[in-house]
């Protein structure tokens, strides 16, 4: 039977090896790093990869990771789970602060990302007003480069919005693959600058902008989501005017990383997009902490 | 090959409890109609290796196809959980173990008898090209070496099939065959050109090829649990399978 050389490790493959692919570089692939295309504590919940072939509901797998936090969340599996008007399917993902449920709204009979406060009703003050901010302030954009917010809500002491299931992965899960070529960063990052600017013009600044926060949907196109940092640019909340760091240190400005948060303007974004720009490139943020 | 759609493969956010190896280990001696369906379907899975096996230590190849044949007829018609105690860990430990038992101790009463008349066959595909081609190309190896082998080469084999099959019923079978080589990497290929030859932006094709990469590891990952007791095994599972071919 005739074999041939693998690309990847020079092995010899045979003609009929699974797929046509090495087996040994298919193990590799199978240790590889879930963890890089699943959410970990250092990130905020994220819409990541669905399966590809999640037009049905029998193919959605939940993520492998549980990063733990306080069990205060509605589980999925086996069981149908409803929050209100909306039948959790599977988690899609799970950050410091909440949890990401693929669901589908009954009364609309259409698939929803419903995102969740992951202390439920044990949450501080502070977590449900800053939780309500992010909804509100991504809930009055229309755009195309943003995802969109339709429902903020409560069910029992659960403070949640649903918004647009994107399907497809973040920008962080497709440059881990590898650096992408300079006219398609370009592109791509063109079109996140239109939203962000559309954000600003309607006085909300993102504050948290980095790959794993844009998403790719099916054509390609990029929306940017999870406004868990944003606030109006008018408005009076001083939530994070204690000088807490909120925010992913590589894709923040010096003034945010330093903790200067009442210096924190649109230009904080605007430096974000720039460090989005230079990881599409070379794969890897400008600084690394 | 007989493939076999689990529990799991239509739901796979199912309990770890309900795979198919933790099924049988479950019903221990006392095998219900379930645990029993799930071992005959694991075997159902996973007998060319044992084949494999085989062929290593016996000259003739219908020699090897009776045994073969035998020693699930007998596997599923006798108690050989209970004697294979020690490796009921993980199925693949369990069946060579047991194999090497029938062998050893029941081939030559075994051979006497005269089989049919109500024992449950299994249809095996020994002309299967997977299966003789797998055997026929490693020739240097230990009858061991080959189980493992194409113990590996079967699993990954359910993998892949399992994950063009859930492309194909989403209309993306095209995707598949373009996009599968970048699931282990991206050597001497272009997404641009790929891209292209599917009518897709790049952006979107390297996004397809995330999605395919991660959902063929969540497919792995399940079809590994089948077989194993506990989700702690998974990993462990991968890790030495890699080994034999790293070797």
Same mark, same amino acid.
């Given at each position: 039977?005739?074999?041939?050389?693998?690309?990847?490790?020079?092995?010899?493959?045979?003609?009929?090896?699974?797929?046509?692919?090495?087996?040994?570089?298919?193990?590799?692939?199978?240790?590889?790093? $879930?963890?890089?295309?699943?959410?970990?504590?250092?990130?905020?919940?994220?819409?990541?990869?669905?399966?590809?072939?999640?037009?049905?509901?029998?193919?959605?797998?939940?993520?492998?990771?549980?990063?733990?936090?306080?069990?205060?969340?509605?589980?999925?599996?086996?069981?149908?789970?409803?929050?209100?008007?909306?039948?959790? $399917?599977?988690?899609?993902?799970?950050?410091?602060?909440?949890?990401?449920?693929?669901?589908?709204?009954?009364?609309?009979?259409?698939?929803?990302?419903?995102?969740?406060?992951?202390?439920?009703?044990?949450?501080?003050?502070?977590?449900?007003?800053?939780?309500?901010?992010?909804?509100?302030?991504?809930?009055?954009?229309?755009?195309?480069?943003?995802?969109?917010?339709?429902?903020?809500?409560?069910?029992?002491?659960?403070?949640?919005?649903?918004?647009?299931?994107?399907?497809?992965?973040?920008?962080?899960?497709?440059?881990?693959?590898?650096?992408?070529?300079?006219?398609?960063?370009?592109?791509?990052?063109?079109?996140?600058?239109?939203?962000?600017?559309?954000?600003?013009?309607?006085?909300?600044?993102?504050?948290?902008?980095?790959?794993?926060?844009?998403?790719?949907?099916?054509?390609?196109?990029?929306?940017?989501?999870?406004?868990?940092?944003?606030?109006?640019?008018?408005?009076?909340?001083?939530?994070?005017?204690?000088?807490?760091?909120?925010?992913?240190?590589?894709?923040?400005?010096?003034?945010?990383?330093?903790?200067?948060?009442?210096?924190?303007?649109?230009?904080?974004?605007?430096?974000?997009?720039? &460090?989005?720009?230079?990881?599409?490139?070379?794969?890897?943020?400008?600084?690394?902490? | 090959?007989?493939?076999?759609?689990?529990?799991?493969?239509?739901?796979?956010?199912?309990?770890?409890?309900?795979?198919?190896?933790?099924?049988?280990?479950?019903?221990?001696?006392?095998?219900?109609?379930?645990?029993?369906?799930?071992?005959? #379907?694991?075997?159902? &899975?996973?007998?060319?290796?044992?084949?494999?096996?085989?062929?290593?230590?016996?000259?003739?190849?219908?020699?090897? #196809?009776?045994?073969?044949?035998?020693?699930?007829?007998? $596997?599923?018609?006798?108690?050989?959980?209970?004697?294979?105690?020690?490796?009921?860990?993980?199925?693949? &430990?369990?069946?060579?173990?047991?194999?090497?038992?029938?062998?050893?101790?029941?081939?030559?009463?075994?051979?006497?008898?005269?089989?049919?008349?109500?024992?449950?066959?299994?249809?095996?595909?020994?002309?299967?090209?997977?299966?003789?081609?797998?055997?026929?190309?490693?020739?240097?190896?230990?009858?061991?070496?080959?189980?493992?082998?194409?113990?590996?080469?079967?699993?990954?084999?359910?993998?892949?099939?399992?994950? #063009?099959?859930?492309?194909?019923? @989403?209309?993306?079978?095209?995707?598949?065959?373009? $996009?599968?080589?970048?699931?282990?990497?991206?050597?001497?290929?272009?997404?641009?050109?790929?891209?292209?030859?599917?009518?897709?932006?790049?952006?979107?094709?390297?996004?397809?090829?995330?999605?395919?990469?991660?959902?063929?590891?969540?497919?792995?990952?399940?079809?590994? @649990?089948?077989?194993?007791?506990?989700?702690?095994?998974?990993?462990?599972?991968?890790?030495?399978?890699?080994?034999?071919?790293?070797?």
């Amino acid at each position: 039977m005739e074999n041939r050389i693998c690309p990847e490790c020079g092995s010899r493959v045979a003609a009929d090896a699974p797929a046509e692919l090495c087996p040994k570089c298919l193990l590799q692939a199978g240790l590889g790093n $879930l963890e890089s295309e699943n959410p970990t504590p250092d990130h905020d919940a994220t819409l990541l990869v669905e399966p590809v072939s999640a037009a049905t509901d029998e193919t959605i797998v939940p993520t492998q990771l549980d990063v733990g936090g306080p069990a205060k969340v509605p589980p999925v599996g086996s069981k149908v789970q409803y929050l209100g008007d909306y039948e959790l $399917l599977s988690e899609i993902a799970r950050g410091g602060m909440g949890v990401v449920y693929r669901a589908r709204q009954s009364r609309l009979n259409r698939s929803v990302a419903l995102k969740m406060i992951l202390a439920g009703q044990f949450a501080s003050e502070a977590d449900v007003e800053r939780f309500h901010i992010e909804a509100e302030a991504a809930a009055n954009l229309d755009h195309s480069g943003i995802v969109p917010i339709f429902e903020v809500g409560e069910h029992e002491g659960n403070h949640y919005f649903s918004m647009g299931l994107v399907e497809g992965g973040s920008l962080a899960s497709m440059v881990s693959d590898g650096p992408l070529p300079a006219l398609e960063a370009a592109k791509l990052v063109h079109k996140i600058a239109e939203a962000i600017q559309y954000a600003h013009d309607n006085g909300v600044i993102h504050r948290d902008l980095k790959p794993a926060n844009v998403l790719i949907d099916q054509t390609g196109q990029p929306k940017v989501t999870d406004f868990g940092l944003a606030r109006r640019l008018d408005g009076d909340s001083n939530l994070t005017g204690t000088g807490q760091i909120l925010g992913t240190p590589a894709y923040m400005p010096p003034e945010q990383a330093s903790g200067k948060t009442d210096e924190i303007g649109p230009l904080a974004d605007v430096y974000s997009v720039g &460090a989005i720009l230079y990881c599409l490139i070379p794969g890897r943020p400008p600084f690394q902490g | 090959m007989i493939h076999n759609e689990s529990d799991s493969e239509r739901n796979p956010a199912r309990d770890f409890a309900t795979t198919q190896w933790s099924v049988v280990l479950a019903a221990g001696n006392r095998q219900d109609a379930s645990s029993s369906r799930a071992l005959e #379907q694991l075997c159902r &899975a996973y007998w060319p290796p044992l084949y494999a096996y085989v062929r290593r230590r016996v000259t003739g190849i219908h020699e090897a #196809q009776d045994l073969t044949q035998a020693f699930f007829e007998r $596997l599923l018609e006798k108690d050989y959980l209970a004697d294979a105690a020690p490796e009921r860990g993980r199925f693949r &430990a369990f069946l060579i173990t047991a194999f090497k038992h029938f062998l050893a101790n029941e081939w030559d009463r075994q051979k006497a008898l005269k089989r049919g008349g109500g024992v449950r066959r299994l249809s095996l595909d020994f002309d299967s090209e997977k299966v003789a081609g797998g055997i026929e190309t490693v020739d240097s190896t230990t009858p061991d070496q080959i189980y493992e082998r194409q113990w590996t080469l079967t699993l990954l084999d359910r993998v892949m099939q399992r994950l #063009q099959r859930e492309l194909e019923r @989403a209309g993306r079978g095209a995707e598949f065959s373009r $996009l599968k080589h970048f699931i282990i990497g991206q050597s001497g290929e272009s997404y641009a050109r790929a891209a292209a030859d599917i009518g897709v932006s790049e952006p979107a094709a390297r996004m397809t090829a995330s999605r395919m990469r991660q959902r063929y590891r969540g497919i792995l990952r399940d079809e590994i @649990a089948q077989t194993v007791a506990s989700p702690d095994d998974i990993d462990d599972e991968i890790q030495h399978m890699f080994s034999i071919f790293a070797n």
